[in-house]
Protein backbone atom coordinates (compact mmCIF):
# COMPACT_ATOMS: atom_id res chain seq x y z
CA UNK A 1 0.00 0.00 0.00
CA UNK A 2 1.37 3.28 -1.11
CA UNK A 3 0.48 6.49 0.86
CA UNK A 4 1.10 10.23 -0.01
CA UNK A 5 0.66 13.97 1.49
CA UNK A 6 -1.36 15.83 -0.52
CA UNK A 7 0.19 19.69 -0.72
CA UNK A 8 -3.61 20.94 -1.38
CA UNK A 9 -7.11 19.55 -0.58
CA UNK A 10 -9.48 21.50 -2.34
CA UNK A 11 -9.68 25.16 -1.53
CA UNK A 12 -7.79 24.26 2.23
CA UNK A 13 -4.38 24.33 1.36
CA UNK A 14 -3.42 23.79 4.77
CA UNK A 15 -5.47 20.93 4.81
CA UNK A 16 -3.13 18.00 5.15
CA UNK A 17 -4.16 13.84 5.07
CA UNK A 18 -3.41 10.89 3.66
CA UNK A 19 -4.76 9.57 0.40
CA UNK A 20 -4.30 6.64 -1.51
CA UNK A 21 -5.59 7.50 -4.98
CA UNK A 22 -4.13 10.88 -6.33
CA UNK A 23 -6.71 13.39 -7.62
CA UNK A 24 -8.07 16.56 -7.62
CA UNK A 25 -11.18 17.85 -5.38
CA UNK A 26 -12.47 20.14 -7.81
CA UNK A 27 -15.96 21.02 -6.14
CA UNK A 28 -16.53 20.89 -1.79
CA UNK A 29 -18.96 19.27 -0.13
CA UNK A 30 -20.94 21.54 2.13
CA UNK A 31 -20.94 19.93 5.89
CA UNK A 32 -23.99 20.93 7.96
CA UNK A 33 -22.05 23.24 10.44
CA UNK A 34 -23.93 21.71 13.47
CA UNK A 35 -22.04 18.57 13.61
CA UNK A 36 -18.98 20.38 15.27
CA UNK A 37 -18.22 22.52 18.06
CA UNK A 38 -15.95 23.86 16.65
CA UNK A 39 -17.03 26.26 13.65
CA UNK A 40 -13.63 26.36 12.69
CA UNK A 41 -13.38 22.51 12.00
CA UNK A 42 -15.73 22.23 9.58
CA UNK A 43 -13.11 22.96 6.60
CA UNK A 44 -11.37 19.98 7.36
CA UNK A 45 -14.75 17.79 7.61
CA UNK A 46 -15.49 19.60 4.15
CA UNK A 47 -11.98 18.14 2.83
CA UNK A 48 -11.89 14.91 4.07
CA UNK A 49 -15.92 14.26 2.61
CA UNK A 50 -14.98 15.92 -0.97
CA UNK A 51 -11.88 13.88 -1.29
CA UNK A 52 -13.61 10.77 -0.22
CA UNK A 53 -10.90 10.14 2.40
CA UNK A 54 -10.82 7.27 4.53
CA UNK A 55 -10.35 8.57 7.94
CA UNK A 56 -8.81 12.11 9.75
CA UNK A 57 -6.42 11.88 12.07
CA UNK A 58 -5.89 14.25 14.88
CA UNK A 59 -5.20 15.32 18.49
CA UNK A 60 -8.97 18.14 18.32
CA UNK A 61 -10.97 17.35 20.85
CA UNK A 62 -13.57 18.66 19.00
CA UNK A 63 -13.12 16.56 15.63
CA UNK A 64 -12.87 13.38 17.30
CA UNK A 65 -16.01 14.14 19.60
CA UNK A 66 -17.92 13.91 15.78
CA UNK A 67 -16.62 10.63 15.50
CA UNK A 68 -17.76 10.03 11.97
CA UNK A 69 -18.72 11.84 8.99
CA UNK A 70 -20.25 10.50 5.68
CA UNK A 71 -18.53 7.09 6.58
CA UNK A 72 -15.04 8.79 7.11
CA UNK A 73 -13.95 7.67 11.04
CA UNK A 74 -12.41 10.49 13.06
CA UNK A 75 -9.49 9.13 14.61
CA UNK A 76 -6.13 9.89 17.06
CA UNK A 77 -2.77 9.59 16.16
CA UNK A 78 -2.57 6.59 18.10
CA UNK A 79 -5.72 4.84 17.01
CA UNK A 80 -3.25 5.91 13.15
CA UNK A 81 -0.11 4.04 14.54
CA UNK A 82 -2.43 0.38 15.59
CA UNK A 83 -4.07 0.73 11.98
CA UNK A 84 -0.59 0.52 9.98
CA UNK A 85 0.75 -1.99 12.21
CA UNK A 86 -1.51 -4.56 11.85
Do not use: Q
Request: hydrophobic share 35%; charged share 35%.
Amino acid sequence: MHWRVPKTCGNYPSCIGLERDTGIVRKVTKVNERVCKDRKDIKFLECAVSGKADYIVSGDRDLISVGEIGGIRIITPAELRKLLET
